[in-house]
């Protein structure tokens, strides 16, 4: 594949600001990006805004099929130009965000969804072109994500961390692996421990064990964003009950919903006084104490304690 300045001169290309775009240009760093991943022949691995290829150029020669998504109709095109040949990958020009597990999983029938497309005749259910020439391709191969699950790798705009998270932490059936390339301070927050932690930290360590694979200058870019990224390495927990799930969520938006005030004051108005001081005392958690001082297995004390309507 050409360089990115290779392309950018190719193509005449000039990044989108409104769609966050700045791409990577280190090639240690996307080694990094790779290793994380943990990436063989047997993984199916989902990529969010594929941008220029630089990524997943990479995926095509480690995993056994990459499904490589990008918002961008330009950017698309051009992925197809320079590595659209390469039998284990899949191109589509859609938003990431709109990735449905059962369009490409294995059904019991032996037959996917994506191959069924292949199948409809006209007036069935419309798929745009990338997909169903994407679909068409995989099915002709009688390529499946693997039996074992799908990762989640991408150099994200910063702009939407916050959805992709919320979207694949949280989605079943989920990835097993989530690796992005997200902005330090965000990845610092997702990471922290008591004593600073947020409502975004509780929840992804409530989903996953998230880490910090290392921190990136922002000179590994093109355009050169303001601030430094990070590489943010998350393996996904075994799913709770949907019921134990949403509990949980409840339970802690309820506990940062006024951050200045102590978490006893915030619960009190959705739980009952008495089984809040049984359940505090269980999770050996000060009256006093604010949403932010908890971890994770205090979060979860509690959870199992209260009655949450």
């Known amino acids: 594949m050409l360089s ?10 000039t990044p989108d600001k409104s769609r966050g775009q700045n791409f990577l240009i280190d090639g240690n760093v996307l080694a ?25 150029s990479e995926l095509v020669k480690k995993a056994g099929r990459v499904l490589a998504f990008e918002i961008d109709k330009k950017l698309a095109g051009i992925l197809r130009q320079e590595i659209g040949g390469a039998r284990n990958l899949e191109i589509f020009n859609e ?40 679909a068409c391709a995989s099915a002709a191969r009688g390529d499946k994500v693997s039996k074992r699950g799908y990762k989640v790798m991408a150099n994200i705009p910063y702009n939407i961390t916050s959805k992709i998270l919320e979207k694949f932490l949280s989605l079943r059936p989920g990835p097993e ?6 902005q330090k301070e965000v990845a610092e927050r997702i990471c922290a421990t008591a004593g600073k932690i947020s409502l975004l930290s509780v929840v992804a360590q409530y989903y ?10 922002s000179a590994a870019f093109w355009p050169r964003p303001k601030v430094d990224s990070a590489i943010l390495a998350i393996k ?9 799930e949403q509990n949980f969520l409840r339970l802690v ?19 009952v006084e008495k089984e809040l001081e049984i359940a505090f005392k269980a999770a050996c958690v000060d009256k006093k104490a604010r949403a932010e001082e908890l971890n994770l297995a205090q979060w979860l004390v509690l959870q199992k304690n209260l009655s949450i309507p």
Request: aromatic share 6%; glycine share 10%; hydrophobic share 40%.
């Open 208 to 217: 996953g064990e998230p880490r910090i694979v290392k921190i990136v200058s």
């Open 32 to 56: 990094k990006i790779i290793e994380a991943g943990e990436v063989d022949s047997l993984d199916t691995v989902v990529e969010i805004g594929a941008g220029l290829g630089v990524l997943t």
């Open 95 to 134: 938003d990431g965000l709109e990735f449905i597990p059962e369009e490409f999983l294995d059904n019991s029938d032996g037959e996917s969804k994506a191959e069924g497309a292949c199948a409809r005749e006209a007036g069935a259910r419309v798929v745009s072109t990338a997909r169903e020439a994407g």
């Open 253 to 271: 938006k309820a506990g940062f919903k006024s951050r200045r005030k102590m978490l006893f004051k915030n619960l009190k108005s959705a739980f």
């Open 177 to 182: 692996l989530i690796v992005l390339l997200v």
């Open 236 to 244: 996904l927990k075994p799913k709770a009950t949907i019921k134990e």
């Open 4 to 13: 990115i300045k290779e392309i950018k001169e190719k193509y005449k290309i």
